[in-house]
């Protein structure tokens, strides 16, 4: 899944989801677009990801596993 499939899957707004990861609503937008970001902020995403997807009783993720994601470094 990308990551705006885990956005609108939780009913996360972008501004809502870039505070759930702690980054800012920039590299998320970068991120949901495919362009490059660090592995760091993608480990952030995938974090609060988990963090709902833990919640749910689903099972985690890693942040390679975010579809559409391209890394700068």
């Known amino acids: 899944m990308t ?3 885990y956005r609108i899957t939780f009913g996360w707004s972008k501004r809502c989801m ?3 990861a ?3 609503i920039h590299t ?3 991120a949901i677009s495919g362009l490059p970001i660090y592995r ?3 480990g952030l995403i995938a974090e609060a990801i988990n963090r709902e997807l833990q ?3 689903e099972p985690s993720i ?3 596993d975010l579809a559409g994601v391209t890394f700068a470094d």
Request: hydrophobic share 30%; aromatic share 4%.
């Open 3 to 5: 990551i705006d499939d």
């Open 18 to 20: 870039a505070k759930q």
């Open 22 to 24: 702690g980054i800012d």
């Open 28 to 30: 998320l937008s970068r």
């Open 40 to 42: 760091a902020k993608a």
């Open 55 to 57: 919640r749910r009783g």
């Open 62 to 64: 890693r942040y390679t």
